[in-house]
């Protein structure tokens, strides 16, 4: 079955560092998605991209936060000068068009520890 | 308007037993209803979903009821095994945005 493939799978970071977290989604797809979940706490939407640009976005997805496709591939979120509070795990996700938004299939995720 | 409140929090089942989650949604324009569910250290996973459409779905051991007057869903899961221990999220969206979860409900059964 497709998978959607996320990388690192854990990542420690130095508050005011930048990261930057990979995500493959799978081939076919063209709706791509991240979401975040601190530790014990609800899914929560961070930004969608589809057509190399962002089709909605969330109030947690500030100017600190950047996405990008840089090739055919892979799909990107850049996180500036990391804080504290953006210590969680970050999933990445996607679907296809035949099925718009439904249908999301998510990765492993992510879990970034900022120090 | 966009919230989706999830209970209970979590549940304890024997078992054998029946499952019983309930979620209930503020946005009357939400027009897809799926329940995930998360294995530790996993990303979720699409269980079953639902459209307004309908009253129930079921899916093998998996029944999603939906009262659309209500603004409720609730996902019974019948025959609970251990294999079934997760965490259950439920979630709702509208004409294809971002999905939006409920803050889920951890499911512990006993054998």
């Known amino acids: 079955e497709p998978e959607v493939t996320q990388t690192p799978s854990h990542q420690v970071t130095q508050m005011g560092q930048e990261v930057i977290l990979r995500c493959v989604p799978i081939?076919?797809?063209?709706?791509f998605y991240w979401y975040r979940q601190i530790l014990g706490q609800k899914v929560e939407f961070l930004v969608s991209?589809?057509?190399?640009?962002?089709?909605?976005k969330s109030e947690i997805f500030d100017d600190q936060f950047s996405v990008e496709r840089p090739d055919g591939s892979n799909f990107t979120l850049k996180i500036r000068s990391t804080k504290l509070e953006d210590s969680a795990m970050y999933f990445c996700?996607?679907?296809?068009?035949?099925?718009?938004?439904?249908?999301?299939?998510f990765g492993s995720g992510t879990r970034l520890t900022v120090v | 308007q966009q919230q989706v409140k999830q209970s209970p929090q979590s549940l304890i089942v024997q078992k054998g037993g029946i499952s019983i989650i309930n979620c209930a949604y503020e946005n009357t324009a939400f027009d897809y209803f799926p329940w995930y569910q998360q294995f530790p250290g996993k990303g979720p996973a699409l269980l079953i979903a639902i459209r307004p459409d309908v009253s129930e779905k079921k899916e093998g051991r998996f029944t999603i009821s939906f009262n659309k007057s209500a603004k409720q869903f609730s996902l019974h899961i019948m025959d609970s095994q251990p294999g079934d221990s997760a965490t259950y999220f439920c979630a709702g969206s509208q004409a294809g945005t971002a999905l939006i979860f409920g803050k889920g409900t951890t499911l512990s059964v006993s054998s």
């Open positions: 081939s076919n797809h063209l709706y």
């Open positions: 991209f589809y057509n190399n640009e962002i089709s909605e």
């Open positions: 996700a996607s679907s296809s068009r035949d099925r718009g938004h439904y249908g999301y299939t």
